[in-house]
């Protein structure tokens, strides 16, 4: 039973550049969510997805947007990097209606 | 924004001591989880003790939660170097399961 995973591992990108990461969520889990965790701090919730849409989302701009296709995979889209955006993202998905989440292991992204 | 305060930042202790990490939090919640991670890598889930209960054990973890207090403390007994890594508290934020809040995290370090 695969858990979730999340691609690419690391990226290196530029200012202004735009970005797109990749989440398969754990088997039989319908609801996907992603966050952004800066160096040492703790994970700050972006947005969730269920039913291939956006459900509920943290206190991020549009510079940020997703998508989740109908086999409950999922990604995040990011815009005119800043510097500021250099974090490890981590997708995490459930199934709807149970509050345990499983994390993937991340993508950390630099922006130079 | 975070919702969860951990306490200490950081902890460390000898193998086979004790380590409690206290988690405070600031809305009213559904449940309050509590979370751990290695080197920046995935989260991985401990346990979960919802609202209307006030203590949980799994294994050699022990969570106790005080609503009125707005509080949560997780111990670890009889630590192992394997435990050493960050831990994290996650609640629901505003009884809206869609949104969860972490807190900073407390660095537990146990030296063999």
């Known amino acids: 039973d695969a858990g979730v995973t999340q691609s690419p591992t690391h990226l290196i990108k530029t200012r202004g550049q735009q970005v797109t990461l990749r989440c398969s969520p754990k088997?039989?889990?319908?609801?996907v969510s992603w966050y952004q965790q800066a160096l040492g701090q703790g994970p700050q919730f972006i947005f969730q997805?269920?039913?291939?849409?956006?459900?509920q989302r943290g206190n991020f701009p549009d510079r940020f947007s997703g998508h989740q296709f109908p086999n409950y995979s999922s990604e995040l889209n990011v815009n005119a990097l800043l510097l500021g955006d250099s974090a490890l993202y981590l997708c995490a998905s459930r199934l709807r209606g149970h509050y345990e989440q499983y994390f993937g292991p991340g993508t950390r992204l630099t922006v130079t | 924004s975070q919702q969860g305060e951990e306490d200490p930042q950081a902890l460390s202790i000898q193998e086979g001591e004790n380590a409690t990490m206290n988690c405070s939090y600031k809305?009213?919640?559904?449940?309050l989880q509590w979370y751990r991670q290695n080197s920046g890598r995935g989260l991985v889930h401990l346990i979960l003790i919802r609202s209307n209960e006030r203590e949980k054990h799994s294994g050699r973890l022990r969570v106790t939660l005080d609503t009125s207090k707005k509080s949560s403390s997780l111990l670890i007994t009889a630590s192992r170097a394997a435990d050493t890594a960050s831990y994290f508290c996650a609640t629901d934020a505003q009884g809206n399961n869609n949104d969860m809040r972490f807190g900073a995290g407390t660095r537990l370090t146990v030296k063999p």
């Open positions: 997805y269920y039913e291939e849409e956006e459900r």
């Open positions: 088997s039989g889990h319908d609801t």
């Open positions: 809305t009213s919640i559904n449940n």
